[in-house]
Antibody, heavy 120, light 106 residues
Framework: QLRLQESGPGLVKPSETLFLTCSVSGDSINTINYYWGWIRQPPGKGLEWIGSVYYSGGTYYNPSLKSRVTISVDTSKNQFSLKLTSVTAADTALYYC????????????WGQGTLVIVSS | SYELTQPFSVSVALGQTARITCGGSDIGNKNVHWYQQKPGQAPVLVIYADDNRPSGIPERISGSNSGNTATLTISRAQAGDEADFYCQVWDSSTAVFGRGTKLTVL
């Protein structure tokens, strides 16, 4: 059974860089069949797609975040990661990783999410 | 950028049919996906590509898409259906979510 688990610091200072990792079990990330994505949800608000990565390292990013985001994949560890630079309070959110179907792009399996608070 | 419009909230009587809409320019020519998110939980895919149910999603949940509106229909509404529902499309190499609709079962 597919399982995704986010991990990383729960508190990041303003202007610093947020790093999160998604560990995947029950399926290989090294597959042509899926992308692997990050989605976030500010407290009490809706969902915002951040970006997705392919096993080969190819990426798609939300244009509104593209200048600050890097998503990478480590097939040897069956993990993919999110880096978000120059964070502000507006980046405080629950961050989810999810499996992304690549032809018409739905997210069919999600992690439980990890809360990241940006505060000094 | 592409925008999706959802009603903020929808109410339905127990056992009746709820319809949640998702509006967008010519959305009928896009593939629409729907997610259910219960309080404190991660979203769950309930409809993909307009009208397809993933394994484990009951048949009383269905979707349709035409023109400028996609619709999620929940028949025989149960108390356990109360949740936030989000529509999502892919446009210009970007995943776009609607703002979500809170479904209340009365």
């Amino acid at each position: 059974q597919l399982r995704l688990q986010e991990s990383g610091p729960g508190l990041v200072k303003p202007s610093e860089t947020l790093f999160l990792t998604c560990s995947v079990s029950g399926d290989s990330i090294n597959t042509i069949n899926y992308y692997w994505g990050w989605i976030r949800q500010p407290p009490g608000k809706g969902l915002e797609w951040i970006g997705s990565v392919y096993y080969s390292g190819g990426t798609y990013y939300n244009p509104s975040l593209k200048s600050r985001v890097t998503i990478s994949v480590d097939t040897s560890k069956n993990q993919f990661s999110l880096k978000l630079t120059s964070v502000t309070a507006a980046d405080t959110a629950l961050y989810y990783c999810a499996r992304d179907e690549p032809t018409v792009n739905w997210f069919d399996s999600w992690g439980q999410g990890t809360l990241v608070i940006v505060s000094s | 950028s592409y925008e999706l419009t959802q009603p903020f909230s929808v109410s339905v009587a127990l056992g009746q049919t709820a319809r949640i809409t998702c509006g967008g320019s010519d959305i009928g020519n896009k593939n629409v996906h729907w997610y259910q998110q219960k309080p404190g939980q991660a979203p769950v895919l309930v409809i993909y590509a307009d009208d397809n149910r993933p394994s484990g999603i009951p048949e009383r949940i269905s979707g349709s898409n035409s023109g400028n509106t996609a619709t999620l229909t929940i028949s025989r509404a149960q108390a356990g259906d109360e949740a936030d529902f989000y529509c999502q499309v892919w446009d210009s190499s970007t995943a776009v979510f609607g703002r979500g609709t809170k479904l209340t079962v009365l």
